[in-house]
């Protein structure tokens, strides 16, 4: 049984063994995925893609294959359209697991059933259409379809106190969203849109204009006594 240390180790690839992550295990991990954005975006073999969950579903492939390739990562296997632990109803839309081995985080035992991190996927900006909200990558007017809005209402991510969304940046910079989305928080919050307030809105962690790529931050309080949630933006220009 491997000791509490940094990163997943070469030893991950024994099957079953068991392995211990402690702390900040689960932003890492987001590192990792956010590092490995651009390379999926240019890899030759890609055929351009606009939908979500295309494009979703390329990532996913990518990710388990660059994850089996990673000396620290290659005990994790990655899925879409995962039911939500909380609200079976629902479907999350990109989750890492284990692959091989049991994995304790933070004292939580994970096997390859158990999932390590909810991620929602978005395009930015939202399609147009009759029930869409320009504003669903945040909050949509019309259901509960909001990226952040799914998180704060426990639709997605109860169990989980970090989150992440990755964005699709399909028109626009990371500069121009990070303005425009933050106008929308400070609005619902303004406007007494319940759940809402100024503290919703996101911080730039960084910003990569040769990558073009944007990592952001933001914490959420949540209902029905949830605790806070952390989520973690990590936005790719397509």
Request: proline residues 5%.
């Amino acid at each position: 049984m491997l000791a509490d240390g940094g990163g997943i180790g070469t030893e991950a690839s024994g099957l079953r063994a068991d392995l211990h992550e402690v702390g900040a295990f689960r932003f890492r991990l987001l590192d990792f995925i956010r590092d490995e954005l651009p390379k999926w975006r240019d890899h030759p073999d890609r055929k351009a893609e606009s939908a979500e969950n295309k494009l979703t579903h390329q990532l996913c492939n990518y990710l388990c294959s660059a994850s089996r390739h990673s000396t620290k990562w290659n005990s994790l296997q990655f899925r879409t359209e995962v039911p939500d632990e909380k609200a079976a109803n629902r479907s999350i839309d990109l989750v890492p697991f284990p692959s091989d081995a049991v994995i304790w985080i933070d004292g939580i035992r994970h096997s390859i059933y158990d999932p390590i991190l909810p991620i929602e996927c978005k395009r930015l900006p939202t399609p147009k259409g009759a029930d869409r909200d320009e504003r669903e990558y945040l909050f949509s007017k019309f259901k509960t379809t909001g990226g952040v809005q799914r998180f704060k209402a426990g639709h997605h991510g109860a169990a989980y106190t970090v989150g992440a969304i990755i964005g699709y940046v399909q028109s626009g910079n990371p500069v121009d969203w990070f303005a425009t989305i933050n106008g929308w928080a400070s609005e619902l919050a303004a406007h007494g849109v319940e759940g809402w307030s100024k503290t919703d809105t996101l911080s730039f962690d960084n910003h990569d204009p040769t990558g073009r790529l944007a990592s952001l931050d933001s914490r959420h309080r949540r209902i029905s006594n949830l605790e806070d949630i952390d989520l973690k933006h990590l936005w790719i220009e397509m």
